[in-house]
């Protein structure tokens, strides 16, 4: 199977305390465990050890990004793809990250910090395995159930999407074409979701937002009453994209990362043809209600 | 009981074709009556003739609204007053607009043309009165149940507040307070809800927008895709506001008539103190998500 | 105005330290008083001094509801009609119940007692009145925000209404027809609802259900999920009424009262033509979706 | 992969043509082709040419269902797998059956014809590929985006399952355990989804129900209303299950299949573990609301 989900983002904040107040309180993440300059979160309905990493950093933006996959073999799969590639790849021992089995890392040629990782250390959602309610009662924040996709820049978009579809199996959902015929976006799943991993044009190893998937519109409300509530900054939404169908509210965490809570989309096929937006409906491909780009976000990324 | 609801607003298009296809396709409402410079709608879930009236002018803007009062005798409770207001009061003769029943007519100190009716000419909804289903299915467009209130613009805020207290009974829910302790807008009610009229500073006589009631943040969403397919320009939502708690999106009819559709908000008490709100917090009063207000909110009226 | 809302509900029960352990935690209204043998509650966004009593008493059941009127002269408009009608009227001093004002009580010809109260203290809803947000967040159980109506049974359903309307100036929203040409279910409303008040035949005195005002078919889905969390028994739910169109879940409290959260139905204007049911439609008016009563439905009443 | 979803259903009805109207007006899928006996359906966001096969035959049931694979080689890997395991396995060639590619086909041990197929024509969405809104307006009935699962009948669910996991790779996420330790039923995915099938202890080669997926629970209400409105039965819901929790309604066409519409649930990885209930929570595993499983749930199938 290969890669089949987003394991973690690791997040770099000039402000530990800070972002764990936010991440913890607003987002409502749970603290599953924490060093002096790193403090390791999951979404409630998450199994796995953790799927956000908040990292001291004099300044912020992502550390690196972890896919999981499915077999031991396809470590070796892809680390052989990489080499062949030109990448430089390192084998990551278990336990050398908290919870974390055996993996590879190499920085793609987006300029990103990556690893895929065979085995996470399972510590459960908050439910039992026998008998469970469908979800617990009275979970802080907006408390999504679990993190669904990052969204990278990079200067080579084509080049991008050709390497996270040759070498590591990602499939292409949509793009976004420039008139002269490149791609200045591309969107690319591993989950049948519309994107597990997408790519706009912008600086080398810069990150855009990551996102987590919530359950409905209406959870997309009452996530936007929790933002307000608290003072957070909307960048954007609540509102729906073109690419992707999915409904969104972009924001920033105290330090100046973006975040997105995300819902909606399509089941994607892995024999569906990709959806092509052109440059001229850009404004509706990004943000179908107001049919028009926020300056903001193409300028600020991280 | 005096005035229960906000009967119809008559509104000016210069381009009577064009408005009433959206109008009727795009917003949804039925046509029950047309004239050679007029065409009369009505929202599926009202009984009465019409809410709506289309009327051929040069230049958009609102005609006049009408709001229905309970028994005869209102009428001449109002007349009296608003006369010894200094109003000039004009008694209507029944059938003198299609549909309505006895009623007065004056300029309201805000520079508006409004009138009170006594009786309008039920039509029905859509539904049988013996056994209805709740709804009719394949409504066109967004198809909102009802209108809901009407927005207008006047110079002296704090003096027509008073004018609709004192005279005509309403009942203020909100107001937003300018440091210096005047009135730039009021929220005032006749039938429990947030607002069946509101006030806020700008030029006398003008309408910010009038408003359509739909059953809930859902019918938000499927109102913002059904504008968005349809190319309408969107100013601002579907987001929410401070001011009445509503979930809210502005866009404008094709001749430029702001439209609202509104949804949400709380049941009023007649004995309820206001709520107040400051001018510093203005943008989080009217748009929550945002805490900030679109310049055009400000700027565009007719 | 008269009538204006339903003010509160004083319920029986048995067991009364469970009794407010469920209305505090599942249902989640708050405590604002409490006296040896009686517990007062409201609900969050309601600003009077409390909905719901809880009173001991040996056998679940309906002590008596209290209807709030505008001005200190309704009681004397009530009082006259009321002991002209037959009914015997007893005065009541403001404080004699905690946070009310002055009253009349009487009892109907339904067999309830029932009492109008003019003015109610002030304890205020969670929220500032200065720039309130438009909800507190992390409150408990379901925490419906306001109380809606009470549903009363009696033997003769055409006399009763007759009262409520004549006497007490309800309007008839719906009424569902017995095939030789009674009236077995009334719904009575003063507040533009599709009911503030409803009848159906019975036993003289008793209480089919109370119900809490929800904000919309999500909530009543939030709300299905807690009460099953909490192991409440569901008599029905979540479903749609044919009469007043409304979504609902009927539930037991722990002592045998049931409780009804509610949302949906329409505006009722107060010149509406009422809506009528004929008895083989009976499944469909009182639930949509089935089609059909459960027997606990008829059966249970307190 | 392997197999990726379920592709179609082809259903036995005794009335085609009642059953045409139903499945296109009622539940509102496209008509995409028709032959003297047989008339194929699609929803509205599937690609592939048809996901249901409606056939005439003098009883209802279900006469086979297809699960999707990868590639040609799965073909090859299931046929000797199956073959080993002592399955009849026949191979299809491209276009026996309108639209499909490459297929085998074979009983499974619970007694149901099965089919794998590796391609299927696409016929397209409704939208363009190129710069699409998110979904077309105004399509009939319910018009779900997709089929979702198939949920059959056998003998021997422990045997059932260990096939469906040894042979074919399914997950299992989510048993129900007789007190004497076998599996009454059990829950199997191959696209991170609650279940893609399920099995439930009853007669060899019975169809339980097969369901489509919805958006969520508001167009859960959507469903209702129009299955109401044209007086389809309603067996159960709107409601939610603990197994999967998802939300449901159940209902039966019109010639006696049973169909449900279905939306919620969660993300499965592929290493998680399964989740167990237990015979004495049945109630609350099938209907989470109500705790107790209706006597037609259990009785009817075909």
Redesign the interface.
């Known amino acids: 199977?290969g890669i089949?989900?987003l394991g973690h983002v690791d997040i770099r904040v000039p402000d530990l305390e800070l972002a764990t107040a936010y991440y913890t309180e607003v987002l409502g993440l749970l603290e599953v465990a924490r060093e002096p300059d790193r403090v390791y979160l999951k979404c409630w309905?998450e199994?796995?050890h953790h799927s956000v990493v908040l990292r001291y950093a004099p300044r912020y933006g992502l550390d690196h990004a972890m896919y999981?996959v499915?077999a031991a073999d396809d470590l070796d799969v892809y680390e052989r793809r990489l080499t062949d590639y030109g990448c430089t790849v390192r084998r990551m021992s278990p336990g050398e990250e908290p919870g974390m089995g055996e993996g590879i890392r190499f920085e793609s040629p987006t300029g990103h910090q990556l690893e895929l990782v065979h085995?996470v250390d399972?510590v459960g959602n908050l439910l039992p395995?026998?008998?469970?309610?469908?979800?617990p009662?009275?979970l802080?924040g907006i408390h999504p159930?679990?993190i669904d996709h990052v969204f990278l820049t990079c200067e080579d978009v084509d080049g991008a999407t050709d390497f996270f579809m040759d070498i590591l199996d990602f499939r292409l959902t949509e793009q976004l074409m420039a008139s002269d015929g490149h791609r200045l976006g591309s969107w690319l799943e591993r989950?049948?979701s519309p994107h597990d991993l997408a790519l706009i044009t912008g600086p080398q190893g810069g990150l855009h937002h990551f996102a987590f998937?919530l359950?409905?519109?209406?959870a997309v409300?009452a996530a936007?009453?929790?933002?307000?509530?608290h003072?957070v900054?909307?960048d954007m939404?609540?509102?729906?994209h073109?690419i992707t169908?999915g409904?969104t509210i972009y924001f920033f965490d105290p330090v100046g990362n973006r975040n997105e809570v995300f819902t909606?989309g399509?089941?994607h096929?892995?024999?569906?043809?990709?959806?092509?937006?052109?440059e001229d409906?850009m404004g509706?491909?990004i943000f179908?209600?107001?049919?028009a780009i926020n300056e903001e976000f193409l300028a600020v990324h991280s």
Chains 1, 2, 3, 4 share one sequence.
Request: glycine content about 8%.
């Open positions: 199977m089949f989900r309905d199994h796995d999981k499915d085995r399972k395995k026998t008998n469970p309610p469908p979800a009662l009275s802080p159930p679990r989950s049948h998937w359950d409905d519109w209406n409300r936007a009453d929790i933002l307000a509530y003072g900054r909307i939404g609540p509102t729906r073109g169908r409904y909606g399509y089941w096929d892995p024999d569906a043809e990709p959806i092509t937006w052109t409906q509706k491909a179908y209600y107001e049919g």
